[in-house]
């Protein structure tokens, strides 16, 4: 039973467009989340962290939103750029844990379309 | 600034074979960690350490080992390796636990 589930297995956008994506997870626990952004042939590198007491963060062009009430976190990547075209995904954790014991979901697939 | 180095890349093993796939870090990070990523799911983590000469089960644990006998470097290996156990296998290391994990590139394994 996935804990962190997308459900978006791909998303594509035009070049300078919004990019939404999305993630939902059933663990009430969970108090940390964090998005990667894998490359082929690559290891996932890390893009953007949210703590459950805060309900947004911003870097730059990424946004990351957190709907505790609904179990749901989304990234918004604006404007997008044919070099943002990835692998995305999500992962939740326990901040008392005694490591970073990640739980990712499936990923989406985003390609921005030049 | 190498990073995280994953050796090998890719590994073709005959079922009931063994191999160590190795994880080498130069950030003298404490925390390493190994995952398997199959096709429509995410990564999932084997086992992971806390420190030199410390390991523990991740959420997939059943039939791996791991050791870490030096701080830079930890081992994964497989006894006797079962078809199901293809994947990719991606090794990360991180600062202390609250600090983003950083990634290998992965090594591909086939088991036949």
């Known amino acids: 039973d996935q804990q962190v589930k997308q459900n978006s297995p791909s998303l594509s956008v035009q070049e300078g467009r919004i990019s939404i994506l999305n993630c939902d997870y059933t663990?009430?626990?969970?108090?940390?989340f964090l998005w990667y952004k894998k490359y082929p042939a690559e290891g996932p590198t890390f893009l953007i962290s949210?703590?459950?007491?805060?309900d947004k963060n911003e870097d730059g062009r990424f946004t990351v939103f957190l709907n505790k009430s609904a179990k749901h976190l989304s990234l918004h990547i604006v404007p997008s750029q044919p070099g943002d075209s990835a692998v995305y995904f999500c992962?939740?954790?326990?901040?008392?844990?005694?490591?970073?014991?990640?739980?990712f979901g499936s990923g989406t697939q985003l390609t921005v379309l030049p | 600034n190498a990073g995280v180095t994953q050796t090998p890349k890719f590994r073709v093993l005959k079922t009931g074979q063994s191999m160590t796939l190795l994880c080498a870090q130069d950030?003298?990070?404490?925390?390493m960690y190994w995952y398997r990523q199959d096709p429509g799911m995410g990564l999932r983590l084997i086992h992971y350490s806390v420190g030199e000469g410390t390991t523990a089960k991740g959420e997939v644990p059943d039939g791996y080992n791991v050791s870490r006998l030096k701080k830079q470097n930890f081992l994964l290996g497989l006894e006797s390796a079962a078809p199901s156990q293809t994947s990719v296998y991606f090794c990360?290391?991180?600062?202390?636990?609250?600090?983003?994990?950083?990634f290998g590139n992965g090594t591909r394994l086939t088991v036949t």
């Open positions: 663990n009430s626990m969970f108090d940390y």
């Open positions: 992962a939740a954790t326990f901040s008392s844990g005694s490591a970073r014991q990640l739980t």
């Open positions: 949210i703590s459950s007491i805060k």
């Open positions: 950030m003298n990070h404490e925390y």
């Open positions: 990360a290391s991180s600062t202390d636990r609250y600090s983003p994990l950083h």
